[in-house]
């Protein structure tokens, strides 16, 4: 999580990520696809004698065909959006950016399905390309 995002507090004493808008905050894909940008994991794949590679392997398998599932990420996402739409972040995107300037499309469970259906094929091809030695 990069943008979009305001830690709230809820009226418990919980915090929690609430987004500050739908049009960026679930998919766009300003970076691309970047999978090392956490210098940690980066020098861990780089590492040979500490087995990580093959210990994410089988991890990312079991994930992906959980949590990571398109299915499974798809209706996460849909909650989330519904989350941020009662928290007023739709409303804000029509205040703050009139419809002739925005993407309606951007934010919504179609895109995000449309956006997964891309991306967890280039995650596959990340982990599954990654040396074992």
């Not at 960026?24 to 040979?48: C, H, M, Q, Y």
């Not at 079991?62 to 009662?86: C, E, P, T, V, W």
Request: aromatic residues 14%; charged residues 25%; proline residues 4%.
């Amino acid at each position: 999580i990069r943008h979009n995002f305001n830690l709230a507090k809820s009226g418990s004493g919980k915090f929690y990520l609430l987004s500050w808008d739908n049009e960026g905050s679930f998919g766009v894909n300003w970076f691309a696809f970047e999978p090392d940008t956490n210098n940690l994991i980066k020098r861990l794949t780089k590492l040979p004698a500490t087995g990580f590679n093959t210990k994410l392997k089988a991890r990312w398998k079991i994930l992906h065909a959980d949590q990571f599932s398109q299915g499974k990420m798809a209706a996460r996402f849909a909650a989330y959006i519904s989350d941020s739409n009662k928290g007023g972040a739709r409303a804000r995107d029509v205040v703050l950016w009139p419809q002739s300037k925005r993407d309606v499309y951007m934010g919504t469970a179609t895109y995000i399905d449309r956006y997964l259906a891309s991306w967890l094929p280039k995650a596959d091809k990340m982990v599954s390309d990654l040396p074992e030695k």
